[in-house]
């Protein structure tokens, strides 16, 4: 709907990912939009089961399980951690406050100990529930690796998107704008951390005296950071 086109699905024993070749991550409305998607399809499946339960339409134990599963669905996926859907939809929220870059590797991080909490769970049913114990590790594995793919990947995405940026900007004219005032001793990468993927930045350099020495845009710190480190 928002015109990204998907060239991939990665299927895990508890969900997928579509991976786009545009980069959508950290826009307010669009990651967040998406996020909500999955959780949203199984609150109405769950709904209508409900609604045809009520009515008698459906009985018999399956569809309570049915609708049990659905609603722990959709509450595990809105647990705010990466790479849940409810951690891209706090990504999605914080970019623009914290940085993109810095947002996803405390979500990411927040994700992999979460995973580790899960399996320290798991071995403590060791002996006593061995199907839980089994999903406990094989969850607290999938936030572990899923976690660090999101560390890993968090400086490409984020310059794909810059990237896109200037490519949007271009093709339509204008975007949104945010300014930056920073200090000349500031490290570079702290500058570039700050910037958001939903608005083009432009850096107000200041002197010694604090008086405004030039204005650097987004681009040009970035392709000053690729050709100088």
């Known amino acids: 709907a928002f015109g990204f086109q998907i060239k991939g699905l990665e299927l895990f024993p508890f969900g997928g990912a579509a991976y786009c070749e545009d980069s959508f991550e950290g826009r307010k409305l669009e990651e967040s939009a998406m996020a909500l998607a999955g959780p949203l399809l199984n ?3 769950l709904a209508g089961m409900e609604i045809l339960r009520f009515q ?7 569809s309570a399980e049915f ?20 951690g891209r939809v706090l990504r999605a929220l ?19 100990w979460w995973g580790l909490l899960l399996a320290v769970a798991g071995f403590t049913l060791w002996g006593k529930d061995w199907g839980l114990m089994a999903n406990l590790l094989l969850l607290g594995a999938f936030f572990w690796i899923a976690g660090g793919k999101e560390v890993e990947a968090a ?4 310059l794909r998107g810059l990237a896109r940026k200037k490519e949007e900007l271009v093709k339509k004219g204008w975007l949104p ?8 001793e500031i490290p570079l990468i702290r500058v570039v951390e700050q910037f958001v993927p939903d608005c083009y930045t432009l850096v107000a ?6 008086e405004l020495n030039k204005i650097l845009t987004e681009t040009e710190v970035v392709e000053g950071m690729i050709t100088r480190g």
Not at 94 to 112: D, I, P
Not at 205 to 210: A, R
């Open 43 to 45: 609150v109405v499946l």
């Open 56 to 62: 008698g339409w459906v009985t018999g134990d399956w």
């Open 67 to 86: 609708v049990r599963l659905n609603f722990w669905l959709a509450a595990f996926n809105l647990f705010p951690v990466l790479p849940l859907d409810g």
């Open 94 to 112: 914080l970019s623009n406050r914290f940085g993109f870059v810095r947002t996803t590797k405390f979500l990411a991080r927040a994700g992999q």
């Open 155 to 158: 400086r490409t995405t984020f």
């Open 177 to 184: 704008n945010k300014t930056l005032t920073v200090c000349p």
């Open 205 to 210: 350099v200041t002197g010694d005296k604090f």
